[in-house]
């Protein structure tokens, strides 16, 4: 996960909304250095990363609502979304990461031990399509799925890259029509009226 940019040039003397605008175009700026990954479906880390810098801008609008203008919350519900749209891309990830491993792809060392390591956090906060005991036998390094496991991996794995593409197409769907109406423009306006 990228870092956060540092915030520069805040003012202690100045009120909380001038620096709440500060905090909020660094945050924009941290977001639009990711967008030049939007149109590629496979830069999985630097998409996630797009996510985080989405995030992190949405957090500032809703943290500071009190002293920004009210129509920061038409921008806080699309954030939202583009979170939402590329955090469902982003668990798609995980679970063809963990497809394929399961399949005994070539995948080993360091990628494996963090495919592994995504699909423990993914198992505890959202669960899995799969039995959880399923999970725990596939999740056997030494242990080769049998030829009815195979199959119903191999057919998991394709119905699950068909979701996300999918899914990359509406999430890049959607980001382009923010663009067409220049929703970064549309942001810094916002944070430009007073």
Known sequence: MAKAKP?????CQASTGENARIIARTRLDELYSWAKYVDNPYHVRELHNLRI???RLRYTLEVFEDVLPAASQAIVKELSRIQDEIGTLHDSDVMIALLRLCLGSQDSGMAYEEALVE???Y???KGFTLPAELVADLLEPGVAPSAEQRYGLERMLLRQQQNREKQY???RQHWYQLQARDFRREILDILDSR
């Not at 915030?7 to 003012?11: S, V």
């Open 123 to 125: 198992q505890r906060k």
């Open 7 to 11: 915030i520069r040039g805040l003012d």
């Open 169 to 171: 197409s509406d999430f």
């Open 53 to 55: 810098a989405t995030k």
């Open 119 to 121: 699909t423990k956090k």
